[in-house]
């Protein structure tokens, strides 16, 4: 293969680097799509996702492979090796991906993927707009975004999707299974990171701009940062005269500490009004700087699905980023055998039915009063987990989501036409 270079004058252009395929390889290329028990290439990014992607492929009866890849930064020249030598040999009907892994800032890879026709699949479980920017050059008949929230459909097809696919989150049943517990560890408990450090970092990273980082605190201070406002842009929560001058990065960095500071916010309130409840926190050591007797983080892939399990009531408070969207506890957490109180996210209300397969509050007084009722109630939230436990066995599942998928592509990329 050589490389065609075209204009970069623009992030709207499609010109760019380019693969060009001679005669012999378009001949390897062109092999039916779709004719048999899915064939599934996953550009492992070391993300959580990807072993529970390769059980499910195998539990439907797919064939998969794996090629070493990367969220941020390039490819190594040995990556690109095996990720061109799986293609030719594997011959698969789509690649998976996660947050645009393997998507290069010139959108080489995408460019080859489209004249390969092979469709591309990224399954996007952080907002868009951090990831993509505004750029559209990655666009093309082959490029597919699956995302977990509903509200960034717009901002897709903003920037030229032409395949846009709802994917909800799921559980993978071979991590997290089994019965509610006979005996409990701890009364209430949540776990995960503090974002203290991370709020710190977003706020360091925007000291340059003093006018944005006022401009955010009043936001705070207003409640203008909300999940309805932030599905919006951020130009919906900042005077979009102020975000004006600011570059792409900047931009960037603008959403980050919004993301981390309100989920920062969220969690250390939740956190603060339990306390007397004693709670259980587990995550981050920055915990122990607003509460003394938090405890260290819990290995999702071994210990996370008995820890669920072993608690009376587990806590669930939803980043800001999702508008609609129900996070990755409101399936594990249940499909181990525990119980969950949830905030009231609408999809969770579309998922499941509230109130008899999940328990959900709409504010933090709510919250309280709940932990209370359900703590008095063990043989409730037992019936609830079962009745959970079958909802998530029956839709939610890893499985699942990849079928659906294959449904999606099969319609649109059948034997490599997108007609």
């Not at 340059?208 to 203008?224: K, S, V, W, Y």
């Amino acid at each position: 293969m050589t490389i065609r270079r075209g204009s970069m004058a623009s992030v709207d252009s499609r010109e760019g680097p380019r693969l060009e395929i001679t005669a012999g390889m378009r001949k390897i290329l062109d092999y039916p799509r779709f004719r048999g028990p899915a064939r599934m290439l996953i550009l492992d990014a070391n993300y959580f996702f990807e072993p529970s992607w390769r059980r499910a492929a195998e539990s439907l009866g797919w064939q998969t492979a794996s090629v070493p890849s990367a969220m941020t930064g390039g490819l190594t020249r040995e990556d690109v090796r095996l990720l061109f030598t799986a293609i030719g040999e594997f011959k698969p009907d789509f690649i998976l991906a996660s947050n645009f892994a393997g998507m290069d800032a010139e959108a080489m890879f995408a460019r080859f993927f489209e004249d390969a026709r092979i469709p591309y699949v990224s399954w996007f479980t952080d907002t868009p707009r951090m990831i993509l920017y505004d750029r559209k050059l990655h666009c093309s008949p082959y490029m597919v975004a699956a995302t977990w929230e509903r509200a960034y459909i717009p901002h897709f097809k903003q920037l030229g999707f032409q395949h846009i696919h709802f994917m909800p989150l799921a559980t993978d049943p071979a991590l997290f299974h089994g019965k509610p517990s006979a005996h409990y560890g701890r009364n209430l408990a949540f776990v995960g990171t503090s974002m203290i450090v991370e709020a710190e970092e977003a706020w360091e990273k925007l000291e340059h701009l003093p006018e944005i980082t006022a401009a955010i605190q009043d936001a705070f201070a207003q409640g203008r940062v909300t999940r309805e406002r932030f599905a919006g842009g951020i130009g919906a929560v900042i005077d979009p005269a102020l975000l004006a001058p600011c570059t792409t990065s900047e931009r960037r960095h603008i959403e980050l500490c919004l993301i981390y500071e309100a989920t920062r916010r969220q969690r250390a309130e939740m956190v603060r009004r339990l306390s007397p409840m004693k709670i259980e926190v587990r995550g981050d050591a920055a915990w122990q700087r607003i509460y003394p007797a938090a405890g260290g983080s819990v290995a999702y892939h071994s210990g996370l699905a008995e820890y669920y399990r072993t608690t009376a009531v587990n806590l669930n408070i939803t980043s800001l980023q999702m508008k609609t969207a129900a996070n990755q506890r409101v399936f594990d957490c249940p499909a181990a055998g525990g119980f969950l109180l949830t905030d009231a996210q609408s999809d969770i209300a579309e998922f499941f039915d509230p109130e008899n397969e999940m328990a959900v509050y709409a504010s933090l007084e709510e919250l309280e009063d709940k932990c209370m009722y359900y703590l008095r109630h063990p043989a409730e939230r037992d019936a609830m987990i079962e009745r959970a436990q079958c909802r998530i066995a029956a839709h939610h599942t890893h499985a699942h989501r990849l079928k659906e998928l294959e449904v999606f592509l099969k319609d649109r990329f059948r034997t490599g036409r997108t007609e």
